[in-house]
């Protein structure tokens, strides 16, 4: 900050933010979309212009819930389909009060994947049994099948057709940077949008 125009801008800039929270921004999609690449640029981008945001993941696998469901993922260990799925529900929640504090305190979350997760990969898993006779993959994470992926992906297309949740699809096949600056300009209208918007339920 230089002399004291500089100090009137931060004055401006200070009281401009005052009351605004941040937004909560969830990249969704299959395996080796390009989710953590993304989510990883976005946050240094949007540092980088002078926001406040941090980067979330879930399963967010450092806490002791997220130590059972990384063993699971790596098939060191089994659980019960229902059991896993309230796993991955509760490594979700333990996070909330945090989250809810960040968005109020206006830190934008980045979040490398959600409860749209949860939804899709719990529902892909109807046709597991009859999956697992093609699969033929061996050695690598649970779930990492084509098939598997295929149904995932279906189940997100049936979330995206739901008129009440702002999804905007991004086509991921595209080059690193091309797919950055579309996730960032939709995400600088989605700070813009969320600042002066009370904090609700992604799901009432
Ligand atoms: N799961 C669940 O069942 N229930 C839940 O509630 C939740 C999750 C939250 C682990 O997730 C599993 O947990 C996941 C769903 C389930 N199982 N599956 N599938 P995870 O997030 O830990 O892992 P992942 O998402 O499966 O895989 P990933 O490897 O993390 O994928 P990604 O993040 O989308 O991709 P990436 O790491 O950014 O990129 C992969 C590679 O592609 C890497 O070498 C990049 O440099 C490259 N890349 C990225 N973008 C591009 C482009 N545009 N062009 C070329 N190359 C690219
Ligand atoms: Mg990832």
New binding site residues.
Partial sequence: MGGPGGLERWWREDAAMAGRRGALIVLE???????????RKLVDALCAEGHRAELL???E?STEIGKL?GSY?EKKSEVEDHS??LL??A??WEHVPLMKEKLSQGVTLVV????F??V???SAKELQLAEAAVRGEFGR????SGP??QR?LQRFQQLLADPSLPWKTVN?????E??HREIRALSEDAIRAAAHRPLGQLWT
């Fill in positions: 999609g299959v395996d080796r979309a390009g989710k953590s690449t993304q989510s993941r879930f399963p696998r469901l993922l896993v799925h991955f529900s490594n979700r490398d994947r959600y409860a997760s949860g899709a990969f719990t994470e649970r779930y990492e598997f992926q995932a991921a096949s595209r080059s690193i091309d797919v």
